[in-house]
């Protein structure tokens, strides 16, 4: 079983989720499973049509189906608002299908112990903003 066919196939758990919110795959949710393995992707949606879930499902889908420790999959975001967005859409799918998938943020405003575990015991999926390290000048 290769890793291209795990992320074409969703595990159970992921269409009986879909099925009690009344919903199917989109189809540019499923070209993003069945493109999981190529370098680039530009995905196109209108607004509402999921593409924060189509752009993690390889992920969490293989996340679901396979034990792995550490990061993942790591998200910069040009906004911390668009981050915490991010974090949020994807976290109540995760909860609600009972994965074992940790989603975590780290912006400037991350107090330092929070930074220092991260790399101690990186989530699975980290989103990200830039941080400046020094006075703008100085960039």
Do not use: C
Not at 13 to 24: Q, Y
Not at 109 to 128: E, G, M, V, Y
């Amino acid at each position: 079983m290769g890793y291209l066919w795990l992320m074409s196939q969703l595990p159970p758990s992921f269409h009986d989720w879909f099925a009690s919110k009344g919903w199917t795959v989109h189809p540019h949710q499923q070209q993003m499973l069945d493109r999981a393995e190529d370098p680039a992707l530009l995905l196109i949606a209108p607004t509402g049509g999921g593409k924060t879930l189509a752009g993690f499902l390889p992920t969490l889908a293989q996340l679901a189906q396979t034990e792995h420790d550490g990061l993942h999959t790591l998200y910069i975001s040009p906004l911390k608002a668009l981050a915490s967005d991010i974090k949020r859409n994807l976290s109540t799918p995760v909860a609600e299908m009972n994965l074992n998938i940790r989603i975590e943020d780290r912006t400037g405003d991350t107090p330092q112990s929070r930074k220092k575990r991260q790399r101690a015991d990186p989530p699975h999926i980290l989103l990200t903003t830039p941080e400046i390290s020094g006075p703008p000048d100085q960039l």
